[in-house]
């Protein structure tokens, strides 16, 4: 017992430099992480392939169109974003004309990917717009697309960090020749 007590208290010392030692890797790591990995803004692009075939002529009040669109994914980042299932809306001078499910995906770090989905467009909603037939005459429909992505940017396997993108699209859809074009603005906040 006449030792108990140096040896608890190099024990105590052991843990407290273990704990300095630790923090100081966390400051270095946590430091690195927002200089040299400093989060960047993902990159998503939208190919509404699908609206390119809206027959306008068909359309009705009573049908819902499924426009296949490729959602290109870029994550620039040392560190791998994982988002939750969301719902992007696409927009026709402010009124909401249709949506599309965006999947829960997992996008390694410095990764691209590309993912399906289908625009369920409510042809009803776009036929009473007073805008429609101007537009129609004028040979262009601009739509545009806004999602949230809720989700995690992960460094490491060890840091986590909830992150949210934001993301928003201008959809020019030109008559004839029919064609869409689309431009997109993505933000990634902490
Ligand atoms: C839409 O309505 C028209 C006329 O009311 C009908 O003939 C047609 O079958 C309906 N289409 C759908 C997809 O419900
Ligand atoms: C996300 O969506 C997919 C397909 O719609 C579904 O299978 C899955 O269960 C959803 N996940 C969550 C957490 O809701
Ligand atoms: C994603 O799709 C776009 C358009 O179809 C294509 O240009 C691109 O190469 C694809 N990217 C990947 C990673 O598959
Ligand atoms: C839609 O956007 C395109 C390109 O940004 C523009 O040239 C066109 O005039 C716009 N059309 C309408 C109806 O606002
Ligand atoms: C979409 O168009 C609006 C109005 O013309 C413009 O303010 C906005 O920056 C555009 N967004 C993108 C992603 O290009």
Do not use: W
């Amino acid at each position: 017992m006449a030792n108990g007590k140096p040896s608890r208290r190099s024990h105590k010392l052991c843990c407290a430099v273990t704990a300095i030692f630790f923090v100081i890797i966390v400051i270095v790591i946590v430091t690195l992480f927002f200089t040299i990995f400093k989060p960047k803004d993902p990159k998503i692009s939208l190919y509404p392939e699908g609206i390119k075939n809206i027959d306008f002529s068909a359309l009705t009040p009573n049908v819902t169109l499924s426009l296949g669109t490729v959602v290109a994914i870029e994550n620039p980042n040392y560190g791998s974003f994982k988002y939750k299932n969301t719902t992007s809306y696409v927009t026709y001078h402010g009124e909401v004309v249709g949506e599309a499910p965006i999947e829960q995906r997992y996008v390694p770090a410095r990764h691209k990917l590309n993912i399906t989905t289908s625009v369920e467009l409510k042809a009803g909603k776009l036929l009473i717009n007073p805008h429609l037939l101007s537009d129609f005459a004028g040979g262009s429909l601009n739509l545009t697309s806004t999602a949230v992505l809720p989700g995690k940017v992960i460094v490491l396997n060890i840091f986590k960090f909830h992150a949210t993108v934001y993301n928003s699209c201008n959809i020019s859809v030109f008559i004839s020749p029919q064609k869409v074009e689309s431009m997109c603005k993505t933000k990634l906040k902490l």
